[in-house]
């Protein structure tokens, strides 16, 4: 008989089944670390919604679902898995009938899951069960030991310099980074319910006082045009306490006027360079992509990222 129950975090045999079914679906994962990450605030939500589908013990299926806040307060993120031995027995089915009243009753309004392998299974199981496909983006990887790093000696272009830092933004910045951030809104549109913030000084000091409470070390480099003194480009990564050996990229962005310059690819591999000289236990780095944003997906590939896998986002109004 099919059991499906809120995840105890204080019962062992509940944690080291729903490790059993991490690890089957993704065999590389270590399991001290998933049951240890249970018990640890993640960074990026305001509260977890987690699941376990067990059979005759055996743990079976799993959801963690993360509820955001501000502006995203109604919407939740994350996946529905199944362990491969017990795929096509109902178990995601039954797991996603149990999730959404979990959801309903804490007011959320949007359902999303994001990295489902694209013309996979999980994509069509999804899509017959009432999701949408919101958006279609590429995973890229870069492995430090397969890179060159000479690819990464660029310059600023003429007019331009390179600065970067770590945590806050310098205070005679911080209005030109809000306004380079705000180019994100500028990016290729996805259909998916994540609204990206409307951004002011006020909300870039907002941000970084939150990844410093969570423990995020967030670097930022940027481009400055040296005739005025602003910030036209940036790129950063948020270094999340457990990141030792991988870690994924945060954003890109150039203001439309400094478009067409190169300055995406001086951001980002300065970013690379500071990563290799201060991190050298880092092994890998990814990053995600609209796929129609052909522009950035070339500039990661002159980097030294290859494409890894495509993958969707699947969106059901609740």
């Known amino acids: 008989m099919l059991e499906i129950k809120p995840l105890d975090l204080d019962d062992d045999a509940e944690l080291h089944a729903y490790a059993d079914v991490r690890i089957a679906a993704h065999p590389a994962s270590n399991r001290e670390q998933i049951i240890a990450s249970l018990h640890e605030k993640h960074p990026d939500f305001d509260e977890m919604v987690r699941l376990i589908a067990r059979r005759d013990g055996e ?3 799993i959801t963690s679902v993360g509820l955001l806040g501000g502006l995203n307060a109604r919407l939740a993120i994350g996946p529905i898995t199944v362990h491969p031995a017990h795929r096509g027995q109902g178990v995601g089915t039954a797991l996603l009938d149990a999730l959404l009243p979990e959801l309903r009753a804490r007011g959320q ?3 999303e899951s994001w990295g489902v392998i694209k013309g996979s299974v999980g994509e069509h199981w999804a899509v017959a069960r009432g999701f949408r496909v919101a958006a279609s983006r590429v995973m890229q990887l870069l492995t430090f030991a397969g890179t060159d790093p000479a690819s990464w000696e660029i310059e600023a272009p ?9 945590g806050t933004t310098p205070e005679h910045l911080l209005a030109s980074v809000a306004a380079t951030r705000q180019s994100i809104h500028d990016a290729p549109a996805m259909e998916s319910a994540l609204r990206a913030p409307e951004w002011t000084p006020e ?10 409470a969570g423990g995020v070390e967030h670097r930022v480099a940027v481009a400055v045009e040296e005739a005025t003194g602003l910030v036209v480009a940036l790129t950063d990564v948020p270094l ?14 150039v203001t439309p006027a400094h478009r067409g310059h190169g300055l995406a690819r001086a951001v980002k591999a300065h970013m690379l360079r500071w990563l290799l000289a201060d991190r050298p236990a880092l092994e890998s780095v990814d990053t995600g992509t609209d796929a129609t944003n052909a522009v950035m997906i070339r500039v990661n590939e002159q980097l030294g990222f290859v494409t890894d896998r495509e993958v969707v986002v699947v969106s059901r109004s609740l």
Do not use: K, N
């Open 59 to 61: 743990g079976v299926g």
């Open 109 to 111: 309004d949007t359902f």
């Open 203 to 212: 909300v870039v000091r907002a941000e970084e006082a939150e990844a410093r």
């Open 158 to 166: 003429p007019g331009y310099r390179l600065e970067r830092w770590i």
């Open 240 to 253: 999340q306490p457990g990141d030792s050996a991988h870690t994924r990229w945060g954003s890109t962005m």
